[in-house]
T-cell receptor, first 112, second 112 residues
């Protein structure tokens, strides 16, 4: 079993749609959690951190359920520019040292 | 513009060649990393350096040899590679106080 599991997609949605991505992780000792975005043939970039209380950044909402070892990302009012691969990332390291474990990513395609 | 710079961006090498990948970060970070990204696979952590000391080698074959002369520079020396080593090699750095990783644009390596 992979340490971080994601549905690879692709998710094909029209502009304006709401789309949700899910992710599960297997290591209960994981310390912190993130969503990264990777555009085609580009490097991954941090989209947002994920907190147990849930957090929102504009059209993006991230949720963490430690008991179920489950992370989600909700994108509202999708834009064409949201088309990318979204990587669920778990940090197994400690302060001062991080060990990021990446999922394979979920590909999103937003069409006009 | 990225604070983490990788050269070269593209590299084609034969199985008997020796080459080196270079990474430089201008962010004052303490930790640097090499990741490998193959098609349809998650990013794989290869090596971790904290304050120039290697703290992790993720069972990487010896044909990959990292070098960290100072906290701003990281090299990956390559020799006698195999075609299955063809991939995108990403360098990243992190400040140590937070686990966020900042990636370079990567070197796309093809072994022929």
């Amino acid at each position: 079993r992979k340490e971080v599991e994601q549905d690879p997609g692709p998710f094909n949605v029209p502009e304006g749609a709401t789309v949700a991505f899910n992710c599960t992780y297997s290591n209960s000792a994981s310390q912190s959690f993130f969503w990264y975005r990777q555009d085609c043939r580009k490097e991954p970039k941090l989209l947002m951190s994920v907190y147990s209380s849930g957090n929102e950044d504009g059209r993006f909402t991230a949720q963490l359920n430690r008991a179920s070892q489950y992370i989600s990302l909700l994108i509202r009012d999708s834009k064409l520019s949201d088309s990318a691969t979204y990587l669920c990332v778990v940090n197994r390291g400690n302060t001062g040292f991080q060990k990021l474990v990446f999922g394979t990513g979920t590909r999103l395609l937003v069409s006009p | 513009e990225t604070g983490v710079t990788q050269t070269p961006r593209h590299l084609v090498m034969g199985m008997t060649n020796k080459k080196s990948l270079k990474c430089e970060q201008h962010l004052g970070h303490n930790a640097m990393y090499w990741y490998k990204q193959s098609a349809k696979k998650p990013l794989e952590l290869m090596f971790v350096y904290n304050f120039k000391e290697q703290t992790e080698n993720n069972s990487v074959p010896s044909r990959f040899s990292p070098e960290c002369p100072n906290s701003s520079h990281l090299f990956l020396h390559l020799h006698t590679l195999q075609p299955e080593d063809s991939a995108l090699y990403l360098c990243a750095s992190s400040p140590g106080t937070t686990p966020e990783a900042f990636f370079g644009q990567g070197t796309r390596l093809t072994v022929v």
